[in-house]
């Protein structure tokens, strides 16, 4: 793919670095003044085309590739993708919300909220491996939703990518300036800059602004020398670990499990939910997907491959850590080191510090990538300007999505501090990983022009009522946490569904390489984990999510819809939409991808 001007035309290359207008707004619709107006005044027309628009597999994976007008270099394997797993997954989650939610929400029994939000997690992982091997295209979930569930949905979602790209980079980062303050061994908060902002923003950072900086820059130069830091820093951190199981589970004291569960269960799902931030990043594994040699054999390895180590070590490091020091006295800034210092091991804490900062900047290094490949296609699909698109031609990666991310990272983790940023990153999170059972579950069962019509509508049904139910146990156990009739309700309401879904609707596609086993079941558990854990998140959470998400609907409303809508009808423009159709025939043929 070449980097000319227009794509099949002898004119002259064009050079990476352009700032004209219309690299940012070249479609029709903002042209003018008048242009834009008229786009305005179909917007109820426009999207309704966009709602039920759907990509497809040959579009998001060859089409618009094209928008980049360079390629990036296939240089990964299997190999590659364990440690990026390794360095993208273990970071400031185990390290220091390990800490935070033991002694604030699950006491000792935080090892049950790493279960829970391992089970979530790995569920999840089922689903994007299915995706990625399918689909392999640097967009991952955005591509994917899409695909399955439409031009709308897929915004929706690629706001909340952006919203969790932004701000898991800004907590890592600012975890990253609590343990280099802790390696120094001063004081808490010294090296940061303290204002009279309201509490929470008043804790200014720049520490964690050059951190971000220097993974940005890292990541621009060269994916396959960003992966051979990995593979180091990663080894570090793996070192540290298997110390920190060692000689904590040496210094065990059971007395302090005891209470095991002082908050109750309801601690231990709230927990859950939190630490739900830790297992995140592998996602961005399947963002990689463009970049491997072969994405049918090497992503399955490297994401059930890293994950499922990833859930052991995480389960086995929380336990060790109230073991070791009652939960009352654990630090919620820097948990192993002040714990190891506790038992007289004061040498360990410099050492447990280094580990940490060395997984924290693999999961910046690693997250900057895969975060800015979703910021390639959601521009190749002209969402957010299409500059963001462009990959250079010499480095092959995507600098301009790469200092978007670092730009706006720097400035969220500059003011806000760790325990604002979890909250609104858990809710994002939970929220994409939901979509995309949802999204396996329609690619499974329905395929355009092969479905027929009573079996979509069927399909239609039994989703809104599984949502349903998971919604209503989660709503019933954050209202009652220690009732049980509502549960009697749900839960067999949610069960006798997706057997339903087992038995009566076939399913029109197979898997070409890999599939997700136990179909529809994992998918409908998924969706009811992620949801059920939504529910254990506090309001204010929830009020953050909305508000972000209401600022979504309005760029959607003055910006995205009429550049995708524009993008999609213009002549010659790389995507033809694909809208939601069935026949009224009762052919059961599996169709292929």
Known sequence: MGSEGEIGEEIQP????????????????????????????????????????????ANETVELRKQSENDMKRCLTWWDLIWFGFGSVIGAGIFV?????????????????????????????????????????????????????????AFITAGNILLESVVGSAAVSRAWTSYFTSLLNRPSNSLRL????????????????????????????????????????????????????????????????????????????????????????????????????????????????????????????????????????????????????????????????????????????????????????IARAHMIPPWFALVHPKTGTPINATLLIFVTSSCIAFFSS???????????????????????????????DVTPKPHLLKLVVYLVIIIS??????????????GWIGYVVTVPIWFFTTLAMSVFLPQQRSPKVWGVPLVPWLPSLSIATNIFLMGSLSSSAFIRFGICTAVMLIYYAFFGLHATYDMAHKKGMPESPEPLKVVNSNSREKAEP
């Open 14 to 57: 064009r050079t990476y670095w352009r700032w004209s207008k219309q690299d940012f707004l070249p479609e029709e619709s903002f042209q003018s003044w008048s242009a834009y107006q008229t786009a305005l005044s179909q917007t109820h027309h426009r999207f309704k085309d966009r709602l039920i628009s759907r990509s497809n597999d």
């Open 97 to 153: 919300l390990t800490g935070q939610e033991t002694h604030d929400h699950a006491g000792p029994a935080i090892v049950l909220s790493y279960v829970a939000s391992g089970i979530s997690a790995m569920l999840s992982v089922f689903c994007y491996t299915e995706f990625s091997v399918e689909i392999p295209v640097a967009g991952g979930s955005f591509a994917y939703l899409r695909i399955e569930l439409g031009d709308f949905v």
């Open 194 to 377: 303290h204002t009279n902002l309201t509490e929470g923003y008043n804790l200014l950072d720049p520490i964690a602004v050059v951190v971000l900086a220097v993974a940005a820059t890292i990541t621009m130069i060269s994916t396959r020398k960003t992966s051979y830091l990995n593979w180091i820093a990663s080894a570090i951190n793996n070192v540290v670990i298997l110390f920190i199981l060692i000689a904590g589970f040496s210094h065990a004291n059971l007395s302090n499990m005891k209470p095991f569960m002082p908050f109750g269960p309801k601690g231990v799902f709230q927990a859950a939910a939190i630490v739900y931030f830790a297992y995140g990043g592998f996602d961005n594994i399947a963002t990689m997907a463009e970049e491997t040699k072969n994405p049918s054999r090497d992503i399955p390895i490297g994401l059930l491959g890293s994950m499922s180590i990833i859930t052991v070590v995480y389960c086995l490091m929380a336990l060790s850590l109230p073991m070791m020091q009652k939960y009352t006295d654990i630090d919620t800034g820097a948990a192993y080191s002040m714990a190891f210092q506790s038992v007289g091991m004061t040498w360990a804490k410099y050492l447990v510090a280094l580990g940490a900062l060395k997984g924290m900047t693999t999961v910046l290094l690693v997250g900057t990538l895969g975060q800015a490949r979703y910021i390639t296609h």
């Open 418 to 448: 760790l325990n604002v940023l979890t909250g609104l990153l858990s809710v994002s999170t939970l929220f994409i990983f939901t979509m995309m059972a949802v999204a396996l579950l329609v690619r499974r069962y329905y395929v355009t």
């Open 469 to 482: 139910s998971s919604i209503g146990t989660s709503a019933y156990w954050g209202l009652n946490p220690n």
